[in-house]
Every structure is written in structure tokens, then in C-alpha cells.
């Protein structure tokens, strides 16, 4: 049996916490200190929108292994940067990488966990699932165009609703985000205007607004400000209690977000065909498809410097594919289809070698 000190720190918001507090609401606090020596613990770092899910999933764990998750979610700009530093033994990012980018660096990466990006508002007088916008309205938004609740481009999606004469407050990420990179990537592929003038990528020139760090920063400002409206992974919103919008899909049907329309948007997902399974779920079609639909990936070394620590990272993830999905429901989460974990699987075992060529991981 696998013996260590078990322990799981993250970062939020340029703080840590231990791991007994490990949940979105937890307060900034004193980073335990580490282990030493061994592969007592993986080491990763990166997007914040999976880290309710990654923290359910080490406490559960360490509790069956005594092997614990030391994961800094700094964002996956951050994620990236570690993984390419070689500090960390993995990387997490919402925005994958494209496969020419991989094989320049060394790294394959691999989707983990899918799940949602939300508008949250706060409005006094107006209740969470009360409004209701379109991929256009919500681009002119975020772009300055559109800058009172009560503005007619919202008011004609949203009939017999009194909205306040209030100035819209706009909040995004300050921090390198893949939840910034689906957001504006799903912003560029409904609003050419967008897509010209701002685009899509980990952070952008917001032409409006004010930025916070992570999706923990975001949900904290827009809680505090009347009149405003951010972006956040579908549990932040909800254990945060915070109020959504409902979206307009690909379809023109108006759809609320959930794990069931998250997976609708994901369930003709090519991933075979999708080489270093680079896909982007956003704005996908089907009557229920959530249109701000994400995957999460992880990025590891091909010939990692320390090939023990990643085969016992290896070791978690096949854990968390195969005794995760409950946790990953009730956190609102979709899990990855036995299909792509079998293709994943099949990767770590012809990808992942030692400096000998011994491959790490044998299905």
C-alpha cells in the first residue's frame, strides 16, 4: 500500500487552502506544508473552472490511498506555463492545445471532465433563469454596445419582463482562462463583429469592464455589483448561488444550462477524429444543446523528467475515469463516455515513456 503525509492545497485567488476546506467557498488560508521525497503526492496546476470537481475527487482519494493532490488552480494560462517549466507533474487547461503546439513542447494532452459555461448576473429585481439572451445580444454586451438592462435588445428576448434602468456592469477573467477562451471563442463563432474586432483566445482586450482573477474572483464581483454579469463554469454558479441566464442554442430554441444539455451538446463529439484531441464544444447543434459547452484537459510529458510521479498521476486519473462519475453528477458535471476513456487509455499506453522507452502505462 502507497503510505504518505495526505494532503491537498490549492490556490484561489493568489491564496491557498488546505485540504479539509478544499470547496469553492473555502477562505484563503496557510498552504500545508509539502511532503518530501517520493510520489506521496502529484503535483498539478492550472484551470480553475474543474477544481470543484478535481477537489472532490482527491479528497476521496486520499481517504482510499493516502495519496493526496496538490493542485494550484491558477488558471490554465498558468496550467500551461507550469507544465512547459517543468515544476508540475501536470498541467490543466480548458483550452487545449493544438497538436502542432504538443509535439513542439513534448506533451500530450487529454480531455478529463466536461461541463458549462454560464452568463451570471446580478439584477436587483431580477430572479436566477428570468432572462433570457442570445449569442449576438450577449456578444454586443460584453463588447460595450448594449450597456442598460433595459436596453431594447434585451427587452425583445425578454417579454413581459420589467427590467431596471440599470447600467450594465461587465466582469471577465484578468488571468489566462480557458473558461475565457471558450467564452470568446463561442462570442467570435455567433457575432462576426466579435470575432473581427476581439476574437478568441485565454485573455483578450476587453473593449469594457473590469477584471477578476479566476472563476472564484468573478463569481465574488459580480455577487457584489448591482447591474452585473460575468462568465463562470456551471458549479461555480450554483454553489455560489448565483443567478444565470438562460441561452438561445444553435437551434434558436432558448435552453437553460444543466448537466443534461452540457452532455446533449457533447454527445456527437467527434473525439476520434480530433487529433491530440483538440475539439471545441462550443455552440454545437441539437434542440437542448447547452451552447457554452466545455471540456477540460490535462497536459502531461510524453518523457516526463520524473516517470514514478507520473505514473502515480496516471494511477489517479484512471481512478477519478472510473469511480468519478457519481461525484462529477452531483457537482453538475459530464463525465468522458467509456469511448474516449478507452482512446485516452490507449494514449498514456503508446505515448508515455521513460527515458528508456519502457512505456508508463500498460491497458
Known amino acids: 500500500m502507497r503510505k504518505s503525509v495526505v494532503w491537498l492545497s490549492l490556490a ?113 429585481g431580477i430572479e436566477g433563469g428570468d432572462l433570457a439572451l442570445d449569442g449576438p445580444t450577449l456578444a454586443d454586451i460584453f463588447s460595450g454596445k448594449v450597456a442598460k438592462w433595459n436596453s431594447p435588445e434585451i427587452a425583445v428576448l425578454n417579454p413581459g419582463v420589467e427590467l431596471p434602468d440599470t447600467a450594465i456592469a461587465i466582469v471577465h477573467r484578468s488571468d489566462g482562462s480557458g473558461t475565457t477562451f471558450n467564452f470568446t471563442y463561442y462570442l467570435s463563432s455567433v457575432s462576426p463583429t466579435w470575432e473581427e474586432e476581439i476574437g478568441a483566445d485565454s485573455a483578450v482586450q476587453w473593449p469594457v469592464g473590469i477584471g477578476a482573477k479566476g472563476n472564484e474572483g468573478v463569481a465574488n464581483m459580480v455577487t457584489q455589483t448591482n447591474g452585473a454579469i460575468g462568465y463562470v463554469e456551471y458549479a461555480y454558479a450554483l454553489q455560489n448561488d448565483m443567478a444565470y441566464t438562460k441561452m438561445k442554442n444553435a437551434d434558436g430554441v432558448v435552453v437553460e444550462p444543466s448537466a443534461e444539455n452540457f452532455q446533449a451538446a457533447a454527445a456527437n463529439a467527434d473525439w476520434a477524429n480530433a487529433p491530440g484531441y483538440y475539439l471545441i464544444l462550443t455552440n454545437q447543434p441539437g434542440a437542448d444543446s447547452w451552447p457554452m459547452t466545455a471540456a477540460t484537459f490535462i497536459l502531461v510529458y510524453k518523457e516526463p523528467k520524473d516517470p514514478a510521479a507520473l505514473k502515480t498521476a496516471l494511477d489517479f486519473f484512471d481512478w477519478a475515469y472510473a469511480s468519478g462519475d457519481e461525484m462529477a453528477d452531483e457537482l453538475h458535471y459530464v463525465p468522458m463516455p467509456d469511448a474516449v476513456v478507452n482512446m485516452v487509455k490507449k494514449t498514456w499506453a503508446e505515448s508515455i515513456k521513460d527515458s528508456s522507452g519502457k512505456a508508463l502505462w500498460t491497458n
Open 12 to 124: 484561489i485567488a493568489g491564496g491557498m487552502v488546505a485540504c479539509s476546506d478544499s470547496t469553492p467557498n473555502s477562505s484563503p488560508g496557510e498552504m500545508a506544508s509539502a511532503p518530501s521525497g517520493g510520489n506521496s503526492a502529484i503535483s498539478g496546476a492550472g484551470a480553475t473552472f474543474p477544481y470543484p470537481i478535481y477537489a472532490k475527487w482527491a479528497d476521496a482519494y486520499k481517504t482510499k490511498t493516502d495519496i493526496g493532490l496538490n493542485y494550484q488552480s491558477i488558471g490554465s494560462g498558468g496550467g500551461i506555463k507550469q507544465i512547459k517549466a517543468n515544476t508540475v507533474t501536470f498541467g490543466a487547461s480548458d483550452k487545449p492545445l493544438k497538436p502542432e503546439e504538443l509535439d513542439e513542447a513534448g506533451l500530450i494532452q487529454f480531455p478529463m471532465v466536461m461541463g458549462g459555461v454560464v452568463p451570471v448576473v446580478h439584477v436587483e
